[in-house]
Antibody, heavy 119, light 109 residues
Framework: QLMESGGGVVQPGRSLTLSCSAS????????MHWVRQAPGKGLEWVAV????????YYADSVKGRFTISRDNSKTTLYLQMSSLRGEDTAVYYC??????????????WGRGTTVTVSS | SYVLTQPPSVSVAPGETARITCGGN??????VHWYQQKPGQAPLLVIY???ERPSGIPERFSGSNSGNTATLAISGVEAGDEADYYC????????????FGGGTKLTVL
């Protein structure tokens, strides 16, 4: 029901955009998150966007460099990543929240897409 | 920023009850969610809003939250429960933030 794409190998300082295609549910009725997991590490929340796209929030580690957005007509979530660093290397998951704003738990997850930042 | 503290590992014999804690300042005033992650897989929500189970999650999984500690309990532990478990919450305040605990590796002996 959620499928990420757009990952790959990118040089430090460059940009990359991830996509998450949703199906099988009313996409426009849910808050959506990006969560990442560096190799061998735990989960790190990255960003959230409200159901209608009117509000978004970011982890301090990506604020000012990453932008979350959504196109409800295309049932697709995006993560624009710029000024990438080695510490951004991770599997990136998109996840649906149980709530329109993103407050009540992530109940549907994609399989993830891998981003490797390396020269 | 708000910090959630989990023990790195918990070990339990099959059939016993595993308890995984998640510590945070006045965490009892916040809604805590728990995720199970097996190697190579995406996380799975097993408890939301402190103690509610999503459909399809066995009754063996339960949660509680009070004071400075939230707890995930798994009764009648099975080999298939071996996984990493993460607590997570939304922290309101001057700037909203979403936080995961560091994760706990559950080993079934």
């Amino acid at each position: 029901q959620l499928m990420e794409s757009g990952g790959g190998v990118v040089q430090p300082g460059r940009s990359l955009t991830l996509s998450c295609s949703a199906s099988g549910f009313a996409f426009s009725s849910y808050g959506m998150h990006w969560v990442r997991q560096a190799p061998g590490k735990g989960l790190e929340w990255v960003a959230v966007i409200w159901f209608d796209g009117t509000n978004d929030y970011y982890a301090d580690s990506v604020k000012g460099r990453f932008t979350i957005s959504r196109d409800n007509s295309k049932t697709t979530l995006y993560l624009q990543m710029s000024s990438l660093r080695g510490e951004d290397t991770a599997v990136y998951y998109c996840a649906r929240d149980r709530d329109i704003f993103g407050y009540y738990g992530m109940d549907v997850w994609g399989r993830g897409t891998t981003v490797t930042v390396s020269s | 920023s708000y910090v959630l503290t989990q023990p790195p590992s918990v070990s339990v014999a099959p059939g016993e009850t595993a308890r995984i804690t998640c510590g945070g300042n006045e965490i009892g005033t916040k809604a805590v969610h728990w995720y199970q992650q097996k190697p190579g897989q995406a996380p799975l929500l097993v408890i939301y809003y402190d103690g509610e189970r999503p459909s399809g999650i066995p009754e063996r999984f339960s949660g509680s939250n009070s004071g400075n500690t939230a707890t995930l309990a798994i009764s009648g532990v099975e080999a298939g429960d071996e996984a990493d478990y993460y607590c997570q919450l939304w922290n309101s305040g001057p700037y909203h933030s979403w936080v995961f605990g560091g994760g706990t590796k559950l080993t079934v002996l």
